[in-house]
């Protein structure tokens, strides 16, 4: 009897800490790996990002009963922006993922983003992104969230240093508020090309982080340069810890229209991640 009783305890206790695993991995795909510059689109300009993230090996488990398995997945997002003022910005995303050859769409999101004028042109700047998602059953056990991004940034001729300190309110009884910061370190190598590396952590749950190795923790190796009218932002990330994914690799494509009469081209502005981190001779929108 006392060995039966043993053996259902262990087995308890490892239910409990797969369980305790399970919930301290993050409870949403990622369709945008991005740090956010303070960079904004023109006044009455359009943009558009094509947000792609692939996941060669990551974990085999879902994040919760359900939930996609980012191992073999693609992640992505079409995203679009327009400049309202030289402060101010909204956009629109849709996001999808791809897995098992099933294409799922994830509903959609709104941001409004806030930032310091001419941020391109400051050694220092700042600003606020507030994102509200919808989102679906497969990538969320909420259906309702809100990010909010700060942004805090500094620069000079050769290098950039950015935080954002993101934090994540999910809604609903299974809501929670997470802190998931991200920071970015470039240095500019020529023209139009930029060499960095970037970090992203999910701590878990604010008030109640779980050990270093439950938390997720990647770095990524990041290069930022124009191809045409386009620019192009690629990395490849490593995972830190045991619940991260092992390998990722990402890819921002972005165009900027022209501005309506005006003489600015698409080329002249670069579009959200794929920026010129440390141009200063043209206006830059980098949003993320």
Known sequence: MLNRYL?????????????????????????????????????????????????????????????LVSNHSVNGTPEFAYGVTDWWEVGLYLPFAVQDQKFLPDAFKLRTLFVSPNADKRDFFYGVNLEFSNTTPKFSQTRFTLEV???????NADYEFIVNPIVDAGFGKLGELDFAPAARLARKLGHDTFLGLEYYADFGEIGNFPKLADQQHTLFLVTDFKLGVFNVDFGVGYGLTQS??????????????????????????????????????STRFLQP
């Open 7 to 67: 053996k259902y305890g262990r087995l308890n206790v490892l239910a409990g800490a797969a369980l305790s695993i399970v919930l301290a991995q993050p409870a949403r795909a990622t369709d945008e790996i991005q740090v956010y510059n303070a960079g904004i689109a023109a006044v009455g300009q359009f943009t558009i990002q094509q947000h792609l993230n692939y996941v060669p090996l990551g974990l085999k488990d879902p994040p919760f009963p359900g939930g």
């Open 149 to 155: 991004r700060p942004i805090i940034g500094v620069r």
């Open 244 to 281: 991260s994914d092992r390998w990722v690799i990402k890819t921002i494509i972005g165009y900027a229209f022209p501005v309506p009469g005006s003489n600015s081209s698409a080329g002249e502005r670069s579009a959200g991640g794929p920026v010129n981190p440390m141009s200063h001779t």
